[in-house]
């Protein structure tokens, strides 16, 4: 098959028929909202119960207890009351609090009876083990509070002077204690908030990484909110432990694994080659690799997904979204059957960037980072594939395929956005495309560096749709006019001498070294993980293949992150 023919899209635009589920004998009655509103009333009946048996013995316990937490109070300073009925029930709203703390296991065991229902048994199996460390977190946020009393109660009356002096109301000091009690304890469930959402792919880590700004500072509102007084220790407390529960679950300050590619091995040893192929993309371990490959119909996903099966790969193509939570759930839960997946997904799963943000959730939620690939072409090249094949556009209307493309461009954008990997394979051959995907995907980084890629193009070829940043070098004199240089490549010495040999070729280079300096580490710092960078001569064949070079070079020393360098034009006859 000729190259040209390598990326022609041959998906259906139909979704395939999906069959009514089937009734089995472990199914559970669907239950009406009037039956859940019941069930939720039985829950919330036994949950007060529960609340006033443990409150009723806390009232003994008051007396008891009132004496431990007013130790914070120096001396023998008196409390008062203001009202006649004032110590019951301040005694009543202790027992309250004492009332929840030993009932919490009740809570819990009943607000989990009231969801289970509604989750799959992975997701029940998942979720079962994290209910009693839920508990330890309420218990170990009560502790806290109770540490931290004594320097906030501290603090607080370190303000007093001659002219202002303490009259303490017992209303006033144990409301404060026990609203510190209840929010230490409740804030102390929010890492298993996040657990949680993320295991049912509500929240996925990306998300949460790209609006954490936002996150940040919506702990400090909450946390200055819900702790009692005007001290910081309590809200710094709170807000430190949230934050960190954020950053534990931010894939930027997670270890990744760091492999580089080996060259690709001649297409004759293509079918030899591929179990080593696939173990090197999974860096030779028993972790999963799963991979999201999308991208515009007409760029490559076809070919790539065919690239990916003959090396063991198990690909899944047009799968219809609202079957993607499914899909995730089959593949975490046989990790051995499933241990390398490719699922294709494009405008053909419905709204591409929900599905898209479904699926990666889905999978994050399960323990599975996933890596996406993002393919795409020019338009007029997609157009030629298209007509080449006589295929249907997926948006295909009466406006015309070009309108069709821009709309699919317009809706892929986000998944564009979140991708690891982003290729433009309107040049590409098969063997090109298989080279430059593996050799990209068989690269991990750490979480402190980039994975930079450097293109060499001729403009009068275009410019490489994946460049994040476009530099131009047709200032510097060009090799081509001599005629001893011009059938030489920039790899040669004599053409690298020749270029770098020009005051504005060394000036140039300086100037980009100060800029990389600058601008990795700040997109290391937001999450970014992959960068783009197209340096471009005319023909793609001298100057730009000698700036490209010596810059690889020096990336690689300041060891910002793997570097992979491609010379487009290097091959074009």
């Given at each position: 098959m000729a190259d040209a023919d390598a990326f022609r899209d041959s998906e259906a635009p139909g979704r395939p028929a999906v069959p009514p589920p089937v009734a089995t004998a472990d199914d559970t009655k669907v239950m009406s909202l009037v039956d859940h509103l019941g069930e939720l009333r039985t829950r919330l009946f036994r949950s007060v119960l529960a609340i006033v048996a443990f409150g009723i013995v806390g009232f003994f316990a008051s007396e008891q207890v009132v004496t431990i937490l007013r130790a914070p109070i120096p001396g023998d300073a008196p409390l008062y009351f203001t009202g006649i009925g004032g110590a019951f029930a301040i005694r009543l709203r202790i027992s309250v609090v004492i009332g929840i703390i030993l009932a919490m296991p009740v809570l819990l065991w009943e607000g989990w009876r009231f969801i289970s229902p509604g989750l799959t048994p992975?997701?029940?199996?998942?979720?079962?083990?994290?209910?009693?460390?839920?508990l330890a977190f309420f218990a170990l946020g009560v502790g806290i509070a109770y540490v931290v009393l004594p320097f906030a109660a501290q603090f607080l009356q370190g303000f007093q002077t001659d002219d202002l002096q303490p009259l303490l109301t017992a209303e006033a000091y144990f409301d404060f204690v026990t609203t510190m009690?209840?929010?230490?304890?409740?804030?102390?469930?929010?890492?298993?908030?996040?657990?949680?959402?993320?295991?049912?792919?509500?929240?996925?880590?990306?998300?949460?990484?790209?609006?954490?700004?936002?996150v940040i500072l919506g702990i400090a509102v909450f946390a200055a909110v819900v702790t009692p007084g005007g001290d910081l220790v309590s809200p710094l407390v709170l807000g430190g432990h949230d934050v960190r529960a954020v950053r534990a679950h931010d894939p930027v300050h997670q270890a990744q694994r760091q492999v580089t590619m080996p060259p690709i091995p001649a297409e004759?040893?293509?079918e030899a080659e591929a179990p080593a192929l696939a173990e090197l993309m999974t860096d030779g371990d028993d972790a999963q690799d799963v991979i999201i490959l999308s991208g515009l119909s007409g760029g490559g996903k076809t070919a790539a997904a065919k690239l990916f099966e003959d090396i063991g790969y198990t690909v899944v193509d047009n799968l219809p979204g609202e079957l993607l939570r499914e899909l995730a759930e089959l593949v975490s839960s046989d990790r051995e059957r499933y241990a390398r997946v490719a699922i294709v997904l494009d405008v053909r799963s419905g709204d591409a960037s929900r599905a898209f943000a479904a699926a990666r959730g889905a999978l994050e939620g399960r323990g599975i980072r996933p890596r996406v690939v993002f393919l795409e072409a020019r338009d007029e090249v997609v157009i030629r594939r298209f007509s080449e094949t006589r295929h249907r556009h997926p948006l295909g209307d009466q406006k015309g395929i070009g309108n069709s493309i821009v709309r699919e461009r317009r809706l892929?954008?986000?998944?564009?956005?979140?991708?690891?990997?982003?290729?433009?394979?309107?040049?590409?051959?098969?063997?090109?495309?298989?080279?430059?995907?593996?050799?990209?995907?068989?690269?991990?980084i750490r979480p402190d560096q980039l994975a930079i890629q450097l293109i060499s193009f001729g403009?009068?070829?275009g410019v490489p749709l994946?460049?994040?940043?476009?530099?131009?070098?047709?200032?510097?004199?060009?090799?081509?006019?001599?005629?001893?240089l011009r059938p030489l490549s920039g790899l040669t010495e004599t053409v690298r001498d020749?270029?770098?040999?020009?005051?504005?070729?060394?000036?140039?280079?300086?100037?980009?070294?100060?800029?990389?300096?600058?601008?990795?580490?700040?997109?290391?710092?937001?999450?970014?993980?992959?960068?783009?960078?197209?340096?471009g001569c005319t023909g793609g064949f001298h100057r730009s293949i000698v700036i490209s070079e010596v810059l690889a070079t020096w990336l690689r020393e300041r060891d910002f992150g793997p570097v992979a360098v491609f010379h487009r034009e290097l091959d074009r006859p």
């Open positions: 992975s997701e029940r199996r998942t979720v079962r083990p994290w209910v009693p460390v839920a009690f209840l929010a230490f304890g409740l804030v102390m469930e929010f890492p298993i908030l996040l657990v949680g959402l993320s295991r049912v792919g509500i929240l996925s880590s990306d998300r949460l990484r790209s609006s954490r700004r936002f004759s040893d293509e892929l954008e986000p998944v564009r956005s979140a991708a690891d990997v982003v290729l433009d394979t309107s040049d590409l051959s098969l063997r090109e495309l298989r080279e430059r995907l593996f050799a990209r995907l068989g690269t991990r403009f009068k070829f994946e460049a994040d940043l476009v530099f131009d070098v047709r200032f510097m004199q060009n090799p081509y006019y001599l005629p001893e020749y270029v770098l040999a020009q005051p504005v070729a060394q000036r140039f280079l300086d100037f980009l070294r100060d800029y990389l300096d600058f601008f990795v580490p700040a997109y290391v710092s937001e999450g970014k993980n992959r960068f783009t960078i197209a340096i």
